[in-house]
């Protein structure tokens, strides 16, 4: 196959590229590197099946010759990122969204867009399922994000139904590993990089409000799965073991062998305080679930954090 993967530079997007190259496949990566870096890209410079193109999704978007699939994943993702730049994360999930979808109905081929588990807001129900529509402050500081991603979903869905085209919706749930950012601004990075340094380790509220955490290798085995499936419903990718934030940056202060403290600051306005998916349907359709146990997921991240830091 050929396939299109906006957001390439992120890191979702470089592993992914990475996928698909290893499958045998050709990759077109493009990336306005506005949260996104080329160092993600690095080790794929001599590789005759990768070209990477840098432009913006939300602005006008072509690409030469076929295409068999169109992966959208370019969007600012952590909160650090979208309260910085609401705009451009309203525009890439609607414009954005809009070009994406354009270029997969003029070149016929299938589009994947990356949802996310923002969609639930702060859930009223418990794990959340497909079905559940969600609980969202769509005037809030997170809800250029969560909107932008709910309207995501409602334009790719009404390309399937009124243009006939061929889609997948994937709802990603919180996802860690190698090439998250040292400030990224999520919960794992963040609390590595303040063990590491030995440096107090900052939780939101009491640290009882939970995440799903599942490593990148099984994200993108979900993804790959759910790109090959004969579905256009919404599918949950995550690991539906449950743990609280104060459990994970106590792991990971832990593993470090650290001398770091925990400290509470205020949660943030509009904060879930639940987040768990139901996976029934991706066992179901897919026959996907997570394998990479947590420790371990956590163990190899960690080494690449230790090499970003020069502790390696």
């Known amino acids: 196959m050929k396939v299109l993967i906006t957001g390439a ?23 306005n590197l506005v949260t996104g870096s080329e160092e993600n890209l690095a080790h794929l410079p001599n590789e005759p099946r990768f070209r990477f193109v840098r432009h913006d999704i939300s602005t006008p978007t072509d690409v030469e010759g076929a295409l068999d699939g169109v992966l959208h994943f370019a ?40 949802s996310t588990s923002e969609v639930y807001g702060d859930p009223l129900v418990h794990p959340q399922r497909e079905e559940y529509w969600g609980n969202v402050n769509p005037v809030g500081p997170r809800a250029v994000y969560d909107e932008a991603k709910r309207f995501s979903e409602a334009m790719t869905m009404a390309y399937h139904t009124h243009h006939g085209l061929d889609t997948r919706i994937v709802r990603i749930f919180n996802t860690y590993g190698p090439r998250m950012r040292l400030h990224d601004g999520r919960a794992v990075p963040a609390f590595m ?18 995440r799903s955490f599942q490593f990148i290798s ?6 790959l799965k759910l790109m090959a499936a004969k579905t256009n419903e919404p599918v949950n990718i995550g690991n539906p073991h ?20 925990l400290v509470v600051r205020p949660l943030p306005v509009d904060d879930p305080k639940q987040r ?24 190899v991240t960690l080494g690449y954090f230790k090499e970003r830091l020069g502790l390696g």
């Open 242 to 261: 449950e743990v609280s934030i104060k459990e994970i940056a106590e792991i990971i202060v832990r593993l470090v062998n650290s001398k770091s403290k």
């Open 75 to 114: 969007s600012p993702a952590s909160p650090v990122d979208y309260l910085e730049l609401p705009i451009e994360t309203l525009l890439v999930g609607s414009a954005g969204t809009h070009q994406a979808l354009e270029l997969a109905r003029r070149k016929n081929a299938r589009f994947f867009m990356a």
């Open 9 to 31: 530079a992120g890191f979702l997007g470089s592993h992914l590229c990475d996928r698909f190259l290893a499958d045998g496949h050709e990759v077109v990566g493009l990336d």
């Open 193 to 210: 990089s303040q063990a590491l340094r030995n440096e107090d380790v900052t939780i939101f509220g009491d640290g009882s409000q939970t």
């Open 218 to 223: 099984d994200l993108v085995a979900g993804i």
């Open 276 to 299: 768990q998916p139901d996976i029934t349907r991706a066992r179901t359709l897919l026959g996907w679930e997570p394998k990479v146990p947590l420790a371990e997921g956590l163990r």
